[in-house]
Nanobody, 123 residues
Framework: QVHLVESGGDLVQPGGSLTLNCVVSGLTFSEFSMGWFRQTPGKSREFVAAISHGAARSAYADSVKGRFIISRDNDQRTAYLIMNNLKPEDTAIYYC????????????????WGQGTQVTVSS
């Protein structure tokens, strides 16, 4: 059975930083592209960042470009989202997702999803 477990969400002040982790089990992690998405109540899911299976390609939403970094460690079966200079509008539940195909910035329904971790940016 496939499991994606996010962690690292927290309450942080504007301008602060957080790193989200996504630990994956039940699939061959190195064969899957990974994505991060976010959602707030009453809004549709928003693409944040994606990374290809070998980390050769990555993509970011314009709203986070230059502030967020997506990375992965295939030995640790973990994907990361490093978030810097956080803004109140970054407040959301963040989800990681896995898919065999790299979709770039496309808001695609990935094959597998985690349960999400809450990020709140507030003073």
């Amino acid at each position: 059975q496939v499991h994606l477990v996010e962690s690292g969400g927290d309450l942080v002040q504007p301008g602060g930083s957080l790193t989200l982790n996504c630990v994956v089990s039940g699939l061959t992690f190195s064969e899957f592209s990974m994505g991060w998405f976010r959602q707030t109540p009453g809004k549709s899911r928003e693409f944040v960042a994606a990374i290809s299976h070998g980390a050769a390609r990555s993509a970011y939403a314009d709203s986070v470009k230059g502030r967020f970094i997506i990375s992965r460690d295939n030995d640790q079966r973990t994907a990361y989202l490093i978030m810097n200079n956080l803004k109140p509008e970054d407040t959301a539940i963040y989800y990681c997702a896995a898919d065999k195909i790299y979709h770039g910035t496309f808001n695609y329904p990935y094959d597998y999803w985690g349960q999400g971790t809450q990020v709140t940016v507030s003073s």
